[in-house]
């Protein structure tokens, strides 16, 4: 998969995504980024942190496939920022979306990226 090519194809799904990357089993950034014209809200240091957590994150959640199912994404609303966290084979895709999007709104986002990914149960 064209990592780079996705996260373009993301970024064109909604103009309030802010941030749209695809990172490794230890954190580190493979291909996208920031939206451009857009500033982040945490220093590089902190964007790292959150990054390697979520890795951590993933494989912790994986303890539980075999007796609750693959997770398909994790959707976490924050006063200043939301963010949609996809599970992939052996990387993950991160989205930070604009405080003002409704979890309606996300949610779309959410089946859409799925989607993107091939791995959206309620297509059709």
Do not use: W
């Not at 075999?66 to 976490?76: I, L």
């Not at 979306?97 to 709104?105: V, W």
């Amino acid at each position: 998969m064209d990592f780079a090519k996705l996260c373009d194809r993301v970024f064109a799904l909604n103009d309030d995504i802010r941030y749209v990357a695809v990172i490794d089993d230890i954190g580190t950034v493979v291909a996208g980024g920031m939206r451009k014209g857009t500033d982040s809200i945490t220093n590089q240091a902190n964007d790292e942190l959150y990054l390697a957590q979520t890795a951590l994150r993933k494989s912790m959640r994986e303890r539980f496939d075999q007796t609750m199912g693959k997770a398909r994404f994790a959707y976490v609303e924050r006063d200043k920022i939301s963010i949609l966290t996809f599970f992939m084979d052996s990387n993950t895709l991160v989205l930070t979306l604009e405080p003002n999007l409704d979890s309606h709104t996300a949610m779309d986002i959410a089946e859409d990226t799925l989607d993107l990914l091939g791995k959206n149960n309620n297509s059709s």
